[in-house]
C-alpha cells in the first residue's frame, strides 16, 4: 500500500473513530432509556374495564399520566378499588386492591421502590386514585460524569489506532529503507551481481524496484563496455601488427629490393587508412552517446529525402549488380525533425549490409508507407540470413555474425543504425530466417 493511502486512512481513522464510537453510545443510550408510558384513551379503557369510565376524568387523567418521566410504574384504581390501568406486573387490570393490599404491596417492595400516592382529581366525589413508584437507586450523578468516561473511551480507542497504525507505517518505511541502503551500498562498491528484492507496495519500494533496474541496465552497460574494449582492442591490434611487422622487417632488410618495400610501404599505408577510418568511426559512435548530433537537427520533408536516397540506392545497385525495388509512399508534406546526415548514414549501413550479404542478381527493397500519422521504413534482401541465435546480438558494437566474419568492416554498423534510430526516438526491428530473407523495419512517429 502506498505511504500517502496509509497516512490518508490514519487521518481518515483519526476523524471516523470519536464519530463512531458517539453515534455507538448515543444509539446505545436511546435502546435502554425508559420508554414512556402508553395509555389506553377512553375508548380502549371503556371496552377493557369492567366498570363504567367518565369520559372527561380519564382524559385529564391520561394526560396527566403521560407527562410521566419514563421509569416510574403506575397503578390507577377508581373510588371502589378496581385497578383501571396498571403497569406494575404484579398488579391485573380490574382486579380488587383494598388498603390493606396497597400496604402489604409497600411493605414487602420498600426496599426496593419509592411509592407516592395521589388522587385526581381532588374536589370530585368519585376520584381516582394513583400509586406510582420508582426504583429505590437512581443515579444522581452528572451528566459531565458520563461526558469524561466518554471522552476517555474515546481517547483509548483513539491512541491504540494510532499506536498501531503508526507503527505498521514505520515498520513498512523502515524495512523498505533497509533494503534500499543495502542495496545502495553494493552498487556502490560495484556489486551488480546482488539482486535488488523489493517487497509490499509502497513508494519506497517502487524505487527499489526501479533502483533493481538501474543496477541491471549498469550490469549491462559494464558487460557492453567490456566488450566494446576488447573489440577495439582486438580490431585495432590486427593492423598495428602489420604495420609493426612490415616496418621491422623493413628496417632489418628483410624486404629487400626497392619494388618489395613499395609494395610493403603500401600496404603499410593501407593499413594506417584502415586505422584512421576505425579511429572515425569510433570518434562518431561515442558523439552519438554525447548528444552533440542534435546540434544538427533540421525539419525536413521525410518523403524528398527518402525518394533521393532510394534513386541513389537503385543507381549504387545496378552498379554492384543487384535487383532494387523502392516504393516511397509518403505525402510530400509530411515533415520530421532528425539530422538527415546520421540518418542518411544509418541507411547506408542497412543497404550496404543488404548489398554485402546478398548474391549477384539477388533482390533488395526499400519501402517506405505513411499510416495513422507513423513512417514506416523496410529494407529487405533475399540474402543469408542471420540465424536465431544471432539475432539477439546483431546490434551490439563488435559483434560480427558468422556469415560476416570473414567480411571487412569494424562490426559497428548496426550498432550506428541502432544508436542513431534510439536517439531520435525512433523504433527499428529486424526478421530473419538463415539463407531465406532478412527483414530491418524502422517506425518513426510523425
Known amino acids: 500500500?502506498?505511504?500517502?493511502?496509509?497516512?490518508?486512512?490514519?487521518?481518515?481513522?483519526?476523524?471516523?473513530?470519536?464519530?463512531?464510537?458517539?453515534?455507538?453510545?448515543?444509539?446505545?443510550?436511546?435502546?435502554?432509556?425508559?420508554?414512556?408510558?402508553?395509555?389506553?384513551?377512553?375508548?380502549?379503557?371503556?371496552?377493557?374495564?369492567?366498570?363504567?369510565?367518565?369520559?372527561?376524568?380519564?382524559?385529564?387523567?391520561?394526560?396527566?399520566?403521560?407527562?410521566?418521566?419514563?421509569?416510574?410504574e403506575v397503578v390507577v384504581l377508581n373510588s371502589e378499588g378496581i385497578v383501571l390501568f396498571s403497569t406494575i406486573n404484579s398488579?391485573?387490570?380490574?382486579?380488587?386492591?383494598?388498603?390493606?393490599?396497597?400496604?402489604?404491596?409497600?411493605?414487602?417492595?420498600?426496599?426496593?421502590?419509592?411509592?407516592?400516592?395521589?388522587?385526581?382529581?381532588?374536589?370530585?366525589?368519585?376520584?381516582?386514585?394513583?400509586?406510582?413508584?420508582?426504583?429505590?437507586?437512581?443515579?444522581?450523578?452528572?451528566?459531565?460524569?458520563?461526558?469524561?468516561?466518554?471522552a476517555i473511551f474515546v481517547c483509548f480507542i483513539l491512541l491504540v489506532f494510532c499506536a498501531t497504525v503508526l507503527m505498521i507505517i514505520a515498520r513498512s518505511i523502515t524495512k523498505s529503507i533497509t533494503v534500499l541502503e543495502k542495496a545502495t551500498r553494493q552498487i556502490c562498491e560495484g556489486n551488480l551481481e546482488q539482486e535488488v528484492i523489493a517487497t509490499g507496495g509502497n513508494e519506497i519500494t517502487s524505487l527499489t524496484k526501479s533502483l533493481n533496474k538501474m543496477r541491471i541496465a549498469l550490469k549491462e552497460d559494464k558487460q557492453r563496455r567490456s566488450r566494446f574494449i576488447m573489440g577495439v582492442s582486438h580490431d585495432l591490434r590486427t593492423p598495428l601488427a602489420l604495420i609493426k611487422g612490415y616496418t621491422e622487417a623493413i628496417a632489418d632488410g628483410v624486404v629487400d629490393g626497392e619494388e618489395a618495400q613499395k609494395k610493403?610501404?603500401?600496404?603499410?599505408?593501407?593499413?594506417?587508412?584502415?586505422l584512421e577510418d576505425m579511429i572515425d568511426e569510433l570518434i562518431n559512435f561515442t558523439?552519438?552517446?554525447?548528444?552533440?548530433?542534435?546540434?544538427?537537427?533540421?525539419?525536413?520533408?521525410?518523403?524528398?529525402?527518402?525518394?533521393?536516397?532510394?534513386?541513389?540506392?537503385?543507381i549504387d545497385g545496378n552498379i554492384l549488380k543487384r535487383k532494387i525495388k523502392t516504393n516511397i509512399n509518403i505525402p510530400d508534406n509530411i515533415k520530421v525533425i532528425f539530422d538527415s546526415r546520421l540518418f542518411l548514414r544509418a541507411l547506408e549501413n542497412l543497404t550496404g549490409n543488404a548489398v554485402?550479404?546478398?548474391?549477384?542478381?539477388?533482390?533488395?527493397?526499400?519501402?517506405?508507407?505513411?499510416?495513422?500519422?507513423?513512417?514506416?521504413?523496410?529494407?529487405?534482401?533475399n540474402g543469408k540470413g542471420i540465424t536465431k541465435e544471432e539475432l539477439p546480438f546483431i546490434f551490439d558494437p563488435f559483434y560480427r555474425g558468422s556469415s560476416s566474419r570473414r567480411e571487412k568492416g569494424s562490426g559497428l554498423g548496426l550498432s550506428v543504425v541502432k544508436s542513431v534510430i534510439d536517439s531520435h526516438g525512433w523504433k527499428i526491428n529486424v526478421e530473419s530466417k538463415q539463407d531465406e530473407y532478412t527483414r530491418f523495419i524502422i517506425t518513426i512517429p510523425c
Open 1 to 72: 500500500m502506498k505511504i500517502k493511502t496509509q497516512f490518508m486512512l490514519f487521518i481518515t481513522g483519526i476523524v471516523l473513530i470519536p464519530i463512531l464510537v458517539l453515534v455507538c453510545i448515543a444509539l446505545i443510550r436511546y435502546n435502554n432509556k425508559p420508554e414512556s408510558l402508553l395509555v389506553p384513551d377512553y375508548k380502549e379503557i371503556n371496552e377493557m374495564s369492567i366498570v363504567a369510565v367518565d369520559s372527561s376524568s380519564w382524559t385529564e387523567l391520561s394526560e396527566k399520566l403521560r407527562r410521566m418521566p419514563g421509569g416510574i
Open 287 to 314: 558523439k552519438l552517446d554525447t548528444g552533440e548530433w542534435r546540434e544538427n537537427l533540421e525539419e525536413k520533408s521525410m518523403a524528398a529525402f527518402l525518394v533521393e536516397f532510394a534513386h541513389n540506392f537503385e
Open 356 to 381: 554485402r550479404y546478398t548474391d549477384e542478381d539477388g533482390m533488395i527493397s526499400f519501402d517506405a508507407d505513411y499510416s495513422d500519422n507513423v513512417i514506416t521504413i523496410t529494407v529487405s534482401d
Open 91 to 150: 398488579i391485573s387490570q380490574n382486579e380488587y386492591l383494598s388498603e390493606t393490599d396497597i400496604m402489604r404491596l409497600i411493605r414487602e417492595t420498600d426496599t426496593e421502590y419509592i411509592y407516592q400516592l395521589n388522587k385526581t382529581p381532588a374536589e370530585s366525589s368519585s376520584p381516582y386514585y394513583i400509586i406510582n413508584r420508582m426504583p429505590e437507586r437512581r443515579s444522581t450523578r452528572p451528566f459531565f460524569f458520563y461526558a469524561y468516561r466518554i
Open 264 to 274: 610493403s610501404l603500401a600496404i603499410v599505408g593501407s593499413k594506417i587508412t584502415q
